[in-house]
């Protein structure tokens, strides 16, 4: 499995981004999909995550009401749809796929200017 992210940027604080997730490969061996997220000097944290069966779906308490995770079938793709985004949420957001052994993307960065 193979995952590419895109969608970042620079962004004010109360503006809005969407992250893309694709995967290819191997998808049928996915079970959850997640955008994970790191700061500098702080440790890599789960911001995100959805299941590929019935798309349950969970996320971190600092972004519940502000980040929606979805995902599209057709496409192979995770979006992170993230709302009034705070300069506390700058980091490179990682895409996350549950496989064995687990598979990463290369990361992008968001930054959100005060």
């Known amino acids: 499995v193979q995952l590419v992210e895109s969608g970042g940027g620079v962004v004010q604080a109360g503006g809005s981004l969407t992250l893309a997730c694709a995967a290819s490969?191997?998808?049928?061996?996915?079970?959850?999909m997640s955008w994970y997220r790191q700061a500098p000097g702080k440790q890599r944290e789960s911001v995100a995550s959805?299941?590929?069966?019935?798309?349950?779906?969970a996320y971190k308490d600092a972004v519940k009401g502000r980040f929606t995770i979805s995902r599209d079938f057709t496409k192979k793709t995770v979006h992170l749809q993230m709302n009034s985004l705070k300069p506390e949420d700058t980091a490179t957001y990682y895409c996350?796929?549950?496989?064995?052994?687990?598979?990463w993307g290369q990361g992008i960065q968001v930054t959100v200017s005060s």
């Open positions: 996350y796929a549950d496989t064995s052994p687990s598979t």
């Open positions: 490969g191997s998808t049928n061996e996915i079970n959850t």
């Open positions: 959805i299941t590929t069966g019935d798309g349950s779906t």
